[in-house]
């Protein structure tokens, strides 16, 4: 074959490929994808309220446990079977947008907690604040935080999301790390209590911090500063099991906080700390599929 026909050749095959790539349904996307979506610890988005009541009546309206539907990793309640059924015909449609997360915060490359009340219905989409701070700063220039947020959304999904099920070690109320500060296990080299409310959402899980500051560096990257093996105690996991922790019983390893059950399992963890960390690491996965939701 000369050049000229190679050439041809190549640049057909080139666009039969980008044509099939662009062609193949959704379904075609790998299960191994990532999804990161606000929600709380029983799996529910948008902290129980109907997202279809936000394009119908124009207003937040509480949903009810009995019509409800599951997309994209979360479940979400209706006020009514009509509301469910509006949902399930078009559920991208009718999702908020960034995961049920912050607007402003995603126009910031940040992931903050949204009060359902603090709301827009923009070009078919519905796009939630976490306050009325927030939803000022997003109008200051709404098309332009709309398009940050938008370019801002894929990686936040990349750099935070999860493929598959989540194990978090929470209380009653959904909290992790007993109400402790996760950043200021790193900043401050110490346990400290964080103010409730002072929180952050993620992974179904709310974190609460002792300041303002402190809240915002965990938004800015949620997966650094939260803790090892969701919270359970790291030795536990290194042999291949899940016990609650000690808030107070932590060290920062390998730029991870890692917390322990008790003094004990400090000390049987610390004989061989990189090994230990190693093994949890390599059973975590497993203890997840089986524990996790």
Same mark, same amino acid.
């Given at each position: 074959m000369?050049?000229?026909k190679?050439k041809?050749?190549?640049?057909l095959?080139l666009?039969?490929?980008?044509a099939?790539?662009?062609l193949?349904?959704?379904?075609?996307?790998p299960?191994s994808?990532?999804?990161?979506?606000?929600k709380?610890r029983?799996?529910?988005?948008l902290?129980?309220?109907?997202?279809v009541a936000?394009?119908?009546?124009?207003?937040p309206?509480?949903g009810?446990?009995?019509?409800?539907?599951?997309?994209?990793?979360?479940? +979400?309640?209706?006020a009514s079977?009509?509301?469910k059924?509006?949902?399930?015909?078009?559920?991208p449609?009718y999702?908020?947008q +960034?995961g049920?997360?912050?607007?402003y915060?995603?126009s910031?490359?940040?992931?903050s907690p949204?009060?359902?009340?603090f709301f827009q219905?923009?070009e078919?989409?519905?796009?939630?604040q976490?306050n009325? /701070?927030a939803?000022?700063l997003?109008?200051?220039?709404?098309?332009?935080?709309?398009?940050?947020?938008?370019a801002?959304?894929?990686g936040?999904v990349?750099k935070?999301?999860?493929a598959?099920?989540?194990?978090?070690?929470?209380?009653?109320?959904?909290?992790?790390?007993e109400?402790y500060?996760?950043v200021?296990?790193?900043?401050?080299?110490?346990?400290v209590?964080?103010?409730p409310?002072?929180?952050?959402?993620?992974?179904?899980?709310?974190?609460?911090?002792v300041?303002?500051?402190?809240r915002?560096?965990?938004e800015?990257?949620?997966?650094h500063?939260?803790?090892?093996f969701g919270?359970y105690?790291? +030795?536990?996991?290194s042999?291949? /099991?899940?016990?609650?922790?000690?808030p107070t019983?932590?060290?920062?390893?390998?730029?991870?906080?890692?917390?322990?059950?008790?003094?004990k399992?400090?000390?049987l963890?610390?004989?061989?700390?990189?090994?230990?960390?190693?093994?949890?690491?390599?059973?975590?996965?497993?203890l997840?599929e089986?524990?996790?939701?």
């Open positions: 000369n050049s000229k190679l041809l050749a190549l640049s095959a666009l039969l490929g980008l099939s790539a662009l193949a349904p959704a379904s075609a996307a299960s994808a990532r999804v990161l979506i606000n709380d029983k799996d529910v988005a902290q129980g309220y109907d997202p936000y394009f119908t009546d124009g207003k309206a509480k009810n446990e009995r019509f409800q539907s599951q997309f994209g990793g979360g479940t +979400y309640y209706f079977a009509e509301h059924a509006t949902f399930d015909a078009d559920p449609h999702a908020p +960034y049920g997360y912050c607007g915060a995603a910031v490359n940040r992931l949204i009060d359902p009340k219905v923009i078919g989409r519905l796009i939630l976490h009325q /701070k939803l000022d997003f109008n200051k220039d709404l098309p332009g935080n709309i398009q940050k947020a938008d801002n959304w894929p936040l990349q935070n999301g999860v598959g099920k989540v194990l978090v070690n929470v209380d009653g109320n959904g909290v992790a790390i109400g500060d996760a200021a296990y790193f900043t401050d080299g110490k346990p209590k964080g103010d409310t002072i929180q952050a959402s993620f992974n179904g899980a709310l974190y609460h911090f300041s303002q500051e402190h915002e560096i965990f800015r990257d949620p997966t500063y939260a803790p090892a919270g105690c790291a +030795y536990a996991a042999i291949n /099991k899940i016990s609650p922790i000690d019983i932590f060290q920062i390893l390998n730029d991870r906080l890692v917390l322990q059950h008790t003094p399992a400090y000390e963890f610390n004989q061989a700390p990189q090994a230990n960390l190693a093994k949890a690491d390599q059973n975590w996965p497993g997840t089986k524990n996790g939701h």
